[in-house]
C-alpha cells in the first residue's frame, strides 16, 4: 500500500523561507517528487530526489531521507506568486502517487 | 513539443451519453497516464500506459474505459457517469518505462467534466 503525509496549509510571508514536509510509506520505491500546483491549472514539475541528500534548484531545494521515508520542499526568498498546492508524490516503476498537497498561502 | 494536449477542456455530458478525453503527446514518451482531480484534492491516478499496453488499473469503475491506440495518443471513454464523476481529468505523460524513466510527469491542461 502506499502513505504519503504532508500539512494540509502553511503560511508564510513574502521574502522568507518555508519548508514543506512528507513523510511515505510505500510497498515500492525509484523516487520522490515535488509538483507545484495552480489552482485550475495542471500540476508542474519541481524537483525529484532518488538518492538521499538534498537537490538545489535555484529558489527551490527539496531533500530525501530514503531510511526514514522523509523528504522535504524547502523554497527562499518567497514570492506572491509561489501562492500554490504542493504534491509530494512517490514513484515507483511508472506508478505516480500524489499526497495530499499542502496549500501555501504567501502574505506581503 | 513538450506539450501534453487534451481535448475538450470543457465537457458537459448527460448521465446516458457517451464521450470521449483525448490526449495526445509528441515527446517520444511511452508512459501515458490519466489521473482524475476534485476540487482542493490531488490528483488521483485511475490508469498508466506503458508501450501502449495497460499497466496500472487502479479499480476504476467500467463506466470509464481507457484506450492507447499508438504510442502518442490516449484516449478516456466515458459512458453512464454519474455526477460525481464530475472533475478535473488530468493526462500526463512520462519517458521510457524502466531504468531510463526519471518519473518525471509532463501534465496537459486537463479537461474539466460535468455530468448532469
Known sequence: GQNIDQPTEMTATEGAIVQINCTYQTSGFNGLFWYQQHAGEAPTFLSYNVLDGLEEKGRFSSFLSRSKGYSYLLLKELQMKDSASYLCAAFNNNDMRFGAGTRLTVKP | ?116
Open chain 2, 1 to 116: 513539443d513538450t506539450e501534453v494536449t487534451q481535448t475538450p477542456k470543457h465537457l458537459v455530458m448527460g448521465m446516458t451519453n457517451k464521450k470521449s478525453l483525448k490526449c495526445e503527446q509528441h515527446m517520444g514518451h511511452r508512459a501515458m497516464y490519466w489521473y482524475k482531480q476534485k476540487a482542493k484534492k490531488p490528483p488521483e491516478l485511475m490508469f498508466v500506459y506503458s508501450y501502449e499496453k495497460l499497466s496500472i488499473n487502479e479499480s476504476v469503475p467500467s463506466r470509464f474505459s481507457p484506450e492507447c491506440p499508438n504510442s502518442s495518443l490516449l484516449n478516456l471513454h466515458l459512458h453512464a457517469l454519474q455526477p460525481e464523476d464530475s472533475a478535473l481529468y488530468l493526462c500526463a505523460s512520462s519517458q521510457n518505462p524502466g531504468t531510463a524513466n526519471t518519473g518525471e510527469l509532463f501534465f496537459g491542461e486537463g479537461s474539466r467534466l460535468t455530468v448532469l
